[in-house]
């Protein structure tokens, strides 16, 4: 049967309150989970944001963004957690996001991806700091960075020309296609004579044009040849993929216009191309006499295209053509010329008489002929002069070559 003893309740109970007063006596233990407020002489310093660094700018996509930090310090024995928020203001009064308790990473650096994706169009504020749950240190600095829309640039769908054409002078047209999250974007186009788009004979650039469409004119292009064309999109840095290649074929040359020309038959004898004169059976043939009175009168008949007739300042063939066009109803012997013997660098100005036998494409037995004087200069002038034995004399040759058009 149990009794109760007051004496030695008393007892107990002094003892429990001298335990008390002892245990008060003692310092707290800085890792028990009891302790609350801060612990006085721990300091923890302010962690540093690396990346992305101040004023970066990030392109948006579906990944979330990642965030380093440098990690804080502390003086005390607790483990340390880091606190994170990113807002829209630099008052962080609109915060997107907030993590309260993320572990330090190791060396010390902290890589922290976001939960979801940021908005584009939006500058980002952030910030951190550290806590080891009775003491938090201080705000690191606040750094800032931009999520901007990505950069698209679809290719563009070429149009026309395609197929057989009735003219040398096409409008090069494409569809336009979308264009998003940059400015300055053009457009290339990429002419050549080879389906590898390998043999480039132009490119072009222009600004995307009005009503979904851009046009573009590369002037005039050789008779009789087949050429292939595609585009893309640039803002000079990014690029679209090369659309698919179209191919078009130019028409053949028209029948030369007729036009007086003083001591010959008026007007001259046009169209089909005349007759060749036959092979010499021994030495040269000798340079015909009618070429003089051609230039003259078709610079006569049409001095805006004597005019317009420097290619290499914004000019045209067509003078040469002509000169040439109206020579051959005389003889298809007459051609232009490639300079110094190069087949692909034609003259501008000058005219050949292929005075030898055989086949007159590519041969260098020809007469060479300036049939404008002062080509590029302000007053070019119809002339006729013979610099056959001068371009042999210094140690070149003329190349008969027919530009493509015959």
Same mark, same amino acid.
């Given at each position: 049967m149990s009794r109760l003893h007051p004496a030695r309740?008393?007892?107990?109970?002094?003892?429990? %309150?001298?335990?008390?007063?002892?245990?008060?006596?003692?310092?707290?233990?800085?890792?028990?989970?009891?302790?609350?407020?801060?612990?006085?002489?721990?300091?923890?310093?302010?962690?540093k944001p690396l990346e992305p660094h101040a004023g970066q700018t990030l392109t948006f996509s579906n990944e979330p963004p990642t965030l380093l930090i440098e990690n804080a310090g502390s003086s005390g024995v607790r483990t340390i957690w880091l606190q994170l928020e990113v807002s829209t203001d630099a008052g962080f009064s609109q915060l997107v996001h907030q993590a309260d308790q993320i572990s330090p990473g190791d060396n010390g650096r902290t890589l922290y991806r976001l939960p979801a994706p940021l908005g584009a169009g939006f500058t980002y504020y952030w910030r951190s700091r550290a806590s080891d749950g009775a003491n938090t240190g201080p705000f690191s600095s606040v750094s800032n960075f931009s999520v901007v829309p990505p950069v698209v640039i679809d290719t563009p769908t070429p149009m026309d020309p395609q197929g057989n054409i009735n003219t040398n002078r096409p409008t090069f047209r494409a569809r336009n296609a979308n264009i998003s999250g940059t400015t300055g974007v053009?457009?290339?186009?990429?002419? %050549?004579?080879?389906?590898?788009?390998?043999?480039?004979?132009?490119?072009?650039t222009a600004p995307p044009g009005g009503n979904g469409n851009t046009e573009v004119s590369l002037g005039e292009l050789p008779y009789n040849t087949?050429?292939?064309?595609?585009?893309?999109? &640039?803002?000079?840095?990014?690029?679209?993929?090369?659309?698919?290649?179209?191919s078009f074929r130019t028409p053949a040359p028209p029948a030369p216009t007729p036009v007086p020309a003083p001591g010959l038959p008026n007007p001259v004898p046009g169209g089909g191309?005349?007759?060749?004169?036959?092979?010499? &059976?021994?030495?040269?043939?000798?340079?015909?006499?009618y070429g003089a009175g051609v230039v003259q009168a078709v610079a006569a008949a049409n001095p805006g295209l004597l005019r317009n007739s420097c290619q290499e300042h914004g000019g045209s063939w067509q003078f040469l053509d002509l000169v040439v066009d109206t020579l051959r109803t005389y003889d298809t012997r007459w051609g232009y010329n490639g300079k110094r013997?190069?087949?692909?660098?034609?003259?501008?100005?000058?005219?050949?008489?292929?005075?030898?036998?055989?086949?007159?494409?590519?041969?260098?037995?020809?007469?060479?002929?300036?049939?404008?004087?002062?080509?590029?200069?302000?007053?070019?002038?119809? &002339?006729?002069?013979?610099? &056959?034995?001068?371009?042999?004399?210094?140690?070149?040759?003329?190349?008969?070559?027919?530009?493509?058009?015959?």
């Open positions: 309740g008393l007892i107990a109970l002094v003892a429990v %309150a001298s335990l008390a007063a002892c245990e008060a006596a003692k310092s707290p233990n800085p890792t028990a989970p009891s302790v609350a407020g801060p612990i006085p002489g721990v300091a923890i310093t302010a962690p053009a457009y290339r186009f990429q002419v %050549a004579t080879n389906a590898d788009m390998t043999n480039i004979t132009a490119v072009v087949t050429f292939f064309w595609r585009g893309w999109g &640039t803002d000079g840095t990014v690029e679209s993929a090369r659309s698919n290649v179209v191309g005349g007759n060749r004169t036959p092979d010499p &059976t021994s030495g040269r043939l000798p340079l015909p006499g013997g190069n087949a692909n660098d034609p003259s501008l100005d000058v005219v050949t008489y292929h005075h030898g036998a055989g086949a007159s494409n590519g041969s260098t037995q020809v007469y060479i002929i300036d049939v404008v004087g002062g080509h590029c200069g302000s007053n070019p002038s119809a &002339t006729w002069i013979d610099v &056959t034995d001068a371009t042999y004399g210094a140690g070149t040759v003329g190349r008969w070559i027919t530009r493509g058009r015959f």
